[in-house]
């Protein structure tokens, strides 16, 4: 009989390699799973992980129940419905003047997540390959790159008086030949940036330079406050070599529903399924229709959801500042940053975990999204979500006033 041992064995040394697990074989817990059992523990308000409290529109919810109750609930087809992919390639046109082919260059996936997985899976090849992200990243981009086996090659958002963005020198360095893909995530969770036209000139122009592939990850797109979204798969000499990733997850408040799509050329959405066919197959049936739904709703829908996040991203700005802490501007997602150096903290991961016992609250340290190397840079910088009832916003600007008073 085969040593069971010895399988877990090496089952660990690849987890571990990756980066996903500790020596002893244990899977690493994220620190949004640590701060959300902390709020659990302690009754603290949890402004860390990025979840709605409140239910997305009535239409979308109706329209799921009616699915399930119509018997919609076996296996959709490998690419998603027909009419959710005609709804994806309809929204894009009606909002950004793109027009994918809804039945060869759109793909509905589980969720943006594994868009994302399936993308660099598919179309990256053994550490040859690199891939240029913007740090601080959402979680999965590393470990994704990692199990893909590539390089990650990292360009960090620094902090400026309006927000963050990169230096372009420091882009223009980091995209050579070598360079797959240039992983692109506008608007920006964790720092509530969204790229400049300029940015997304300087990222396409880099990207036919160096033949590379850019992925970009908008699963904010309707979720800016000062201006409208660009798809950079909009912007001149950009279509044929992007790769658009979205998701109804933060647009409709459904986080829990994981239903995600992947527009772009059909040989790249080709290669895309190859792999996505083997992760999940496909996923969701019954809230495919209901996406799909959502995806019609009126444009004051689209405008009203972006408005009210603008709101709530002010009551949480005003209650930070008020705090005593340097707040970052944000211009879009669910997210704020906020310098803890004037509290006199000195470590964020350390400020974080007192903030419960302190003021009741739970966010998340902004070096869970910078490699060891980069953390000195935001050393002291927060990341709060404002993804919440203004009641529950006010109750926490009014505990957290209290770290100002000595
Ligand atoms: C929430 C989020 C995702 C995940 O989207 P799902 O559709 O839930 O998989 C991907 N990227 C970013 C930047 C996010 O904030």
């Known amino acids: 009989m085969r040593d069971l041992g010895s399988v877990t064995g090496s089952w660990r040394r690849t987890a571990a390699g990756a980066g996903l697990q500790d020596t002893a074989g244990d899977v690493l817990p994220t620190i949004f799973a640590e701060m959300s059992a902390l709020a659990a523990r302690t009754g603290a308000i949890n402004l860390g992980q990025g979840f709605p409290d409140e239910d997305g529109p009535a239409a979308v919810l109706e329209e799921a129940r009616r699915a399930i109750a119509d018997g919609v609930n076996q296996y959709p087809p490998g690419r998603g419905i027909p009419e959710l992919r005609r709804a994806i390639a309809d929204h894009q046109r009606h909002w950004y003047g793109l027009s994918p082919d809804p039945d060869r260059d759109v793909l509905v996936t589980a ?3 594994e868009a994302l997985s399936a993308a660099l899976l598919a179309l990256t090849d053994g550490p040859a390959d690199e891939v240029v992200v913007f740090e601080p ?22 902090r400026t008086a309006t927000g963050f963005a990169p230096d372009p020198d420091e882009l223009t360095a980091a995209v050579t030949d070598r360079t797959r893909i240039i992983l692109v995530n506008d608007p920006h969770n964790p720092t509530g940036a969204v790229f400049s036209r300029e940015l997304q000139q300087q990222i396409v122009a880099l990207a036919h330079r160096h033949d590379t592939l850019i992925i970009t990850d908008e699963v904010y797109e309707h979720l800016r406050f000062d201006s409208d979204h660009v798809p950079i798969a909009s912007l001149p000499g950009a279509w044929e070599r992007t790769l658009t990733v979205s998701s109804g997850g933060k647009t409709f408040s459904t986080t829990g529903w994981k239903i995600g799509w992947i527009s772009g050329p059909a040989p790249l959405i080709e290669a895309v399924l190859a792999v996505k066919q083997f992760l999940t197959y496909v996923n969701g049936a019954p809230f495919q229709p209901a996406i799909a739904t959502g995806l019609r709703l009126p444009d004051e829908y689209f405008v009203q959801i972006a408005t009210a996040m603008r709101a709530k991203s002010d009551v949480l700005a005003t209650g930070l500042g008020g705090a005593g802490f340097d707040v970052i501007p944000s211009h ?7 310098d803890a150096a004037p509290l006199g903290a000195t470590e964020a991961a350390a400020f974080c975990r007192s903030l419960p016992g302190r003021a009741g609250v739970v966010a998340i340290p902004l070096t869970a999204f910078v490699t060891p190397e980069h953390r ?16 529950v916003l006010q109750d926490a600007a009014a505990r957290l006033a209290g770290l100002a008073r000595p």
């Not at 999965?140 to 620094?158: I, K, N, P, W």
């Open 111 to 113: 969720g943006a997540t």
């Open 137 to 158: 990243f959402y979680d999965s981009y590393a470990a994704c790159v990692a199990l893909a086996g590539a390089r990650l090659v990292r360009v960090r958002l620094h």
């Open 332 to 338: 879009g997602t669910y997210f704020t940053v906020a």
């Open 376 to 391: 000195g840079e935001y050393a002291t910088l927060v990341r709060f979500a404002a993804c919440k009832r203004i009641e």
